[in-house]
């Protein structure tokens, strides 16, 4: 993706805004999927007013839906890993002014995670989301959920992330030292995270309680 600059420029350099607290996302251990859109065209969205991701029954009827609103946890994933995208670059050499290279976008992120010892039926079903424009949440060990916004200061909308490539691997057998695995990978967009918000539910948790109604 190129650079996204204002053109023409602002009067003075923009503010850059210094928060009193840190901000770190912990060990990612479940992901949520869901489509990103819905079949009128619209984004799946958590509108607070009306459905507040921090609060169970804004989970509940997405858990039991029969469309696209529908949602679905991961179980426990193990060795997350995002590897975020690196610049992307130009020249260097006689090409450019004084040999430095220009910076002319980034890549994409990548997401890799393992599924142990689950079973095939459990990566079965997963692997069918591989032809579906779905998108995800994050789910850390915190019980927090890490989910894209509208970028506002007091978000009003969330949305999941966007991603791409989803791959969902064969069972690799760990025989005698090892540990029966399958893989998890897909793409996330340059400029995936410029909205992430950290969403600490109320009423429930996050790791355990979205589960499908039975």
Do not use: H
Not at 38 to 58: I, Q
Not at 161 to 177: R, T, Y
């Amino acid at each position: 993706m190129g650079l996204l600059t204002d053109c023409p420029r602002s009067a003075a350099l923009n503010s850059v805004p210094l928060e009193n607290c840190l901000e770190s996302v912990g060990q990612i251990q479940k992901m949520v999927f869901q489509r990103i859109r819905k079949t009128d065209g619209t984004k799946n969205t958590f509108v607070t007013a009306t459905a507040d991701p921090a609060v169970l029954a804004s989970w509940t009827p997405l858990l039991a839906a029969a469309d696209d609103t529908k949602v679905v946890q991961t179980p426990f994933i193990a060795q997350p890993e995002f590897e975020p995208g690196a610049a992307r670059k130009y020249g260097g050499g006689n090409a450019t002014l004084g040999g430095i290279e220009l910076v002319i976008g980034r890549e994409p992120t990548t997401a890799t995670a393992m599924l142990l010892r689950n079973s095939q039926k459990t990566v079965k079903a997963l692997k069918k989301f591989m032809g579906e424009d779905v998108g995800v949440y994050f789910i850390d060990e915190f019980g927090r959920i890490i989910a894209d916004s509208d970028g506002a200061e007091a978000p009003v909308n969330y949305y999941p992330f966007p991603i791409n490539g989803l791959f969902v691997g064969d069972k690799k057998f760990g025989g005698l030292e090892d540990i029966d695995s399958n893989a998890i990978e897909f793409g996330m967009f340059p400029n995936w995270s410029d909205n992430l918000r950290i969403i600490t539910p109320t009423d429930f948790d996050a790791l355990n309680d979205l589960k499908t109604p039975a």
